[in-house]
């Protein structure tokens, strides 16, 4: 779906890009023509870069669109990565000024067309021989990491993956697991989201609203359980975040929360938080379990619907009587607090049997499929 226009700008085509260095986006409004872009002072969008000539490119409008012409610039003017002298310019256009990357947006029958456009920072590779290298301008990975995030926020492009949690006798699928897919993920985790406005925050909350929005499409189970990407968000946002998020539900299934098993269980202000996510209605499931029997019953005040091993305690069952032993007794203390114990995905086929063997029939497919969804909503404006 076509988002709505965020403010008045959205009426004029623009370019948006991000200058040498910087984290954050910068958007030029396109007010009168011819427009020059160079980094002399006659340019309406001036670009200090020696790699830049003082009037490198102008744009013009004509009775048909927009026309770009290179006006003879040292390094060269592309669009989309071709090499152009003069050429039209379409809404979601990559220009390329020397070394310099912007977008090119422009309204359409009063919506902007950008949810179908190229993202911002297009890394198509242009021609090798066109292509200017200069150590100087290259970015930080911190920046790049922040570009990234910003765009994927901007633009609504947050790549989810699911993962099911699947009884191996009836080959039911009990609950479906979504969660951020790499590497928007890896880039999150190494994100401080202390802020409810920070970038981090607001895409982990856009992930969950994707996720309810194309609930009856993502998931043929009952019951989704959205994951935790976060370690610092896990205070009262949660709880907004999933009410939030279930006002966007549009079929019948419920909304639940996966998170590590360390971080829930780290102090009982976390444990009465997702004391208070159950009490909201939804399920709970706590990850990567590597503790004993004893555990269990610190779990109490929020005992999850489903507790996911780590690895290491199943792998090696078969062969280890003594660890046979240890599953034995966590499935019996799992089954009298009524808290269904999964098999994480991977496991030998000799230790999956075992367990099947003491009654454990549920386990993490290990299929993961990438979800494409679109958000129903407007494009969301940066703070």
Request: charged fraction near 20%; proline fraction near 5%; charge should be negative.
């Amino acid at each position: 779906m076509t988002p709505t226009l965020r403010n008045e700008n959205d009426t004029q085509p623009r370019l948006e890009y991000y200058p040498v260095n910087s984290p954050t986006l910068r958007t030029v409004v396109i007010e009168e023509y011819p427009f020059i872009i160079g980094r002399g002072d006659t340019a309406q969008l001036q670009i200090r870069l020696e790699s830049i000539s003082r009037e490198h490119a102008e744009l013009t409008k004509t009775s048909t669109g927009y026309v770009l012409r290179d006006l003879n610039s040292t390094n060269g003017t592309a669009i989309n990565g071709q090499p152009i002298s003069a050429a039209s310019l379409e809404d979601g256009d990559i220009v390329s000024i020397a070394e310099t990357k912007l977008t090119f947006l422009c309204p359409t029958n009063g919506n902007l067309e950008r949810m179908v456009t190229q993202p911002l920072g297009d890394r198509q590779k242009s021609d090798p021989q066109r292509e200017i290298i200069d150590p100087q301008h290259e970015c930080s990975s911190e920046i790049k990491a922040s570009r990234e995030l910003a765009e994927a926020l901007l633009w609504q492009a947050i790549p989810l993956k699911r993962t099911s949690i699947i009884d191996c006798q009836s080959g039911s699928e009990q609950s479906t697991i979504v969660s951020i897919d790499r590497p928007l993920a890896v880039r999150l985790r190494a994100t401080d989201a202390q802020d409810i406005y920070s970038t981090a925050s607001r895409i982990q909350q856009m992930a969950w609203q994707l996720t309810a929005e194309n609930a009856g499409e993502i998931a043929s189970s009952d019951s989704i359980l959205m994951a935790v990407e976060l370690q610092s968000c896990v205070d009262s946002r949660l709880c907004d975040a999933l009410i939030q998020a279930s006002e966007c539900l549009t079929g019948s299934q419920s909304l639940g929360i996966i998170l590590p098993w360390e971080l829930a269980v780290q102090s009982p202000a976390t444990l009465s938080l997702c004391a208070e996510l159950k009490a909201l209605g939804a399920d709970l499931a706590f990850d990567r379990f590597s503790g004993g029997a004893a555990c269990i019953g610190d779990m109490e005040l929020a005992s999850p619907e489903f507790l996911v091993l780590e690895a290491s305690l199943a792998r090696g069952i078969s062969s280890h009587p003594r660890r046979l032993t240890q599953l034995k007794n966590l499935i019996s203390i799992c089954e009298a607090a009524e808290i269904e114990l999964v098999l994480p995905y991977g496991l030998p086929e000799e230790d999956c049997q075992a367990s099947h063997d003491l009654g454990l029939n549920l386990l993490v497919s290990n299929a993961s499929n990438s979800i494409e969804v679109a958000s129903a909503n407007a494009v969301v404006a940066l703070v």
